[in-house]
């Protein structure tokens, strides 16, 4: 039964051979018109988890979907954190606070459902010294003010994002960033290198 076996074997293998030398000179020979270009998508390496989410996420997470305006400012905000030369984890921390403090809307003063005078991505305030209403509401200027304080905090890099973002900050609700983290490490994931 071996040797019937391996007769078997040894056949099929001798037809997908022949198939292969036969195919190859016939496909050399195909008429190029006729051929229609393939688009290859090369996908870049996406950011290790364990440099987005060093700790690992804190409590229930919360999601919600983005528009195409929230996925701008995001990349608005991935595009900052670049320019000033910050790793991955400064990305997922400003976008995490984002998302609680706007949901990634560039909020302009909302009258009487402002807290005083928050504006922008971050809720910053220019009474606080964030900047001019028209500084605070551009995206990239917000972000870099922001990683500004961000990078100001010995030892950020280390720290839970909920630290992180609440000493920068200083909210009424300093835990409530953290729900966050697991969509701003998505969203630095599919973004970072796009």
Known sequence: MNTMLRKSVLG?????????????????????????????????????????????VQGAQSKIDLTDEQTANAKAIIAATKKAGLPERAAVISIATSLQESK??????????????????????????????EQITDPEYSTLAFEKGLKQVDGWQDMPLTEAAQTVQVSAYPDAYAQWEQQA????????NS
């Open 12 to 56: 099929i293998a001798g037809l997908a051979f022949t198939g292969g030398v036969f195919a190859g000179p016939i496909a050399a020979h195909a008429n190029p018109v006729d051929a229609k270009p393939v688009a290859v998508a090369v996908q870049a390496d996406k950011p290790d988890t364990g440099k987005l989410i060093p700790h690992g």
């Open 185 to 192: 490490a998505d969203i630095v994931a599919q973004h970072w």
């Open 104 to 133: 990634l809307e560039n909020l302009g003063h909302l009258g009487d459902r402002n807290d005083h005078d928050s504006l922008g991505l971050f809720q910053q305030r220019p009474s606080s010294g964030w900047g001019t209403p």
